[in-house]
């Protein structure tokens, strides 16, 4: 029975446990007051904290005036969802306070005690508006150049007056080309009742911008205190700009329909009026101003790696890896993170080694659209494979872009990467191929570029050239030179003149060698004497040597030679009758002897005969 | 005593300038250039030029090495004519005669070279292979070589070498006579100068040797020019089948 109790007990409690071990995990306590207060305006601050709570311990309300609270006030809530039951517990200390002074100040956390422990709240941050100003007739006719004034039906001065207006802000007047400009319209709302924008809404053409929207969350109203008048205002549109050309651009005035609740004049004043004012809804259209951007043209002076980016940027960038077999896939990942003109940013250029074969980049954006321009990451893949072992360098990609900052161009680089690349299956390269396979891709030499050859790096010694080397042409030296020679051998011909004369005279000189000639065939006609086989070649050269010999001693042409010539010739010379005899027999033994071996002319005999007769003829004078 | 200081400072500068040999400003330069300085280099390279006293072949690599630094600058008409100078004293450079071909690829007046005689082409080229003292030297020694081979066919009283002599030293005059005519011609080239390069981007020539002649046509800058003669500021010149008159100093003489 009591264990069964216990059970109960266990079943009954555990719930309980658990929601509150589950409560006291998230308690929740928080401040909240409003973002902007006026001077001298009761304002309601309060914290809220989402379980039972005691204790609160507010801290001391520096710059403001304690007024009312802590009103406490509880709310719970339960309910059940698709038999799920939810339970909301929610207690409230409101304070009622008001602002000293104008400015921005903060109020500390305070803290609360819930089941035993403390918890601390948020601090707070307040801005302080100064209060509305009555205004004068000169600013406010100042107010109305400026804003289109709408006015509310009640006229009356001072800060009763209601006034709606549209502004046109832009975060910067002076920017440089392809830098983002914020421009946003505004709505100021004061004592009138703002029910909503229609559908009917002017914006200007932004033409020579490239456009970003800005998706506007949730409106919040805000207090601002503008040209001494608290006004409640909310962004209504909202764009990035970036401008695309330099100079004076000019962005023309936009119109927005808005519908304000208006309170019906009754034509008879009753006193329920005041009670159930009834109300009417009534257009009005306002126009925001126009305004002018100055786009200042980019610098001159882009690096050649200037890839259209403008703002401010760092680049990352990650090798797969360095040591990859041929015909494996690199890929350098280049991660641009930063701020500008993301979306126009020109791919860099990887220049690969050669022999790699590459792909085209792969994108990714990851890009976000806030007030403050753009800003994220592109990533750009690069993917390459090489084809060819060996050791090859990456050079370092280049992103040049300008930075708004600076006011200057800036280029960041990758490291320069080396890359071994070993051999892999189908290697391209020759060696790798295995022997007996003897099949090889020729190619062209492939022309990538041409320039100037190299400067000399030869040692330059200023030689000076002898001052015979430097002769000039036509000079004296020059003269000399040819002249010198041309005289020395003038004076040699001169001097031997009579050798000259003599080698001149081909005749003499045949005379005078004939004998040597002679003697040459006699001894060759010797020779063949010793062998009786060339009997007839020595007939042959024994008639040669002395009808030469004749024909140059006689000066007769070897085809008038016969022997009537030679005889009458030698008569002319009054050579004896006995050595003409002689000659003519030796002529004709000579010729018997080879025409006719017959006749028994002995082959020493002749010799004999005719070395005789040369020997006799040489004596003579011829 | 402040403008004593001024001369000191002025000598010293000067001296410190012109202590540098030749051989140290060709390494400076040369430095400079691969560093690709190239306006300092064009400045070393200037200044070893300047500095000779007469300019000899040994100076053909300067020219060479400046003319690359020129055209490193984009300085294209400059580049031209140190390279055609340095081709003059060495015809023989294969770079320099690549580097001014390169150049002349970059140049933007296209010159239809007016139809020229083939042997005359020929002998232009002959001409320009070796430069004046190998041609004059040739000439001289052959002449000689001429005169040698004559007394051999005079005194000699071998048939043999007295056949040889004759045909030898006629063989002899005629070479010494060619080397002679190319010696002779590239003497008048020199000395006349009348190659010359335009070094205005853009220049107009004219009908007549003053302002007001009628322009004719348009030279741009790097094309290679003859100067047939010089009136009052104006050169008369020639390139393919035009002539006309063009202000001096928008040519140099190579």
Known sequence: MKRRFYIFLAVCLFPLLGVGILRAEDVQFRAQAPAQVIVGRPFQFTYTVNQRAKDLRAPEFTNFDYIAGPYTSQSSSTSFVNGRRTSSFQMTFTYTLMAQKEGTFSIAPATITINGEQYTSNGVKITVLPEDQPATNSQQSAANNQQPTVSSQRQSTGPEQGNIFVRTLVSKTKVYEQEAVLLSYKVYVAGVDLKQFTNNTTLPDFTSFLQQKIDLQDVQLQLENYNGRNYQTATIYSTLLYPQKSGDIQIDPASFEAVLLVPNQARSRSIFDDFFNSYTTATRTLRAPGTTIHVTPLPSGKPASYAGGVGKFTMDAKLSGTDVKANEAITLTLTIRGAGNMKLLKTPAVDWPEGFEQYDPKVTNNFKTSTGGMSGTRTIEYLAIPRAAGEYILPPVQFGYFDTEKGQYQVLSTPEYTLHIARGAGDQSAVAQPAGVSYVNKEDIRELGSDIRYISAANFVPANDNEVMRMQFGSWQMGALYGGPLVIALGLFIIFRKRIRENADIIGVRKRQANSVARKRLKTAKKLLAEPQHKEQFFEEIERASLQYLSDRLSIPTADLNKDTITSTLRGKAIDDALIERTNRVLSDAAFARYAPAMGVKPEELYAQTEQLINDLEDCKL | ?254
């Not at chain 2, 390279?45 to 000779?52: E, P």
């Open chain 2, 1 to 254: 005593m402040r403008r004593l200081t001024y001369i000191c400072i002025v000598l010293l500068i000067a001296a410190t300038s012109f202590a540098q040999s030749p051989t140290e400003l060709w390494a400076r330069a040369n430095q400079a250039y691969s560093e690709a300085r190239y306006d300092e280099a064009v400045a070393d390279y200037s200044a070893i030029i300047d500095a000779a006293p007469v300019i000899t072949r040994a100076y053909a690599p300067v020219y060479y090495n400046l003319g690359n630094a020129h055209f490193k600058q984009g300085e294209l008409s400059q580049a031209i004519l140190a390279y055609e100078r340095c081709l003059r004293l060495r015809p023989t450079d294969k770079n320099a005669r690549y580097n001014l071909q390169f150049a002349r690829t970059q140049i933007i007046d296209n010159i239809a070279d007016t139809q020229v005689f083939f042997l005359r082409e020929w002998i232009t080229t002959l001409r320009n292979m070796l430069p004046m003292s190998v041609w004059m030297w040739s000439s001289i020694i052959l002449f000689c070589l001429m005169l040698v081979c004559l007394l051999l066919f005079a005194f000699s009283r071998s048939i043999g070498w007295r056949k040889a002599g004759f045909y030898i030293s006629i063989i002899c005059l005629l070479c010494s006579a060619v080397a002679f005519a190319n010696a002779a011609s590239l003497h008048h080239r020199d000395s006349i100068r009348a190659e010359a390069i335009i070094t205005r981007g853009i220049v107009n020539a004219k009908a007549s040797p003053d302002r007001s002649g009628t322009e004719l046509f348009t030279l741009h800058e790097g094309t290679k020019v003859t100067i047939h003669e010089v009136l009052g500021g104006y050169a008369n010149i020639e390139v393919g089948n035009y002539n006309g008159w063009i202000p001096v100093n928008t040519l140099e003489r190579i």
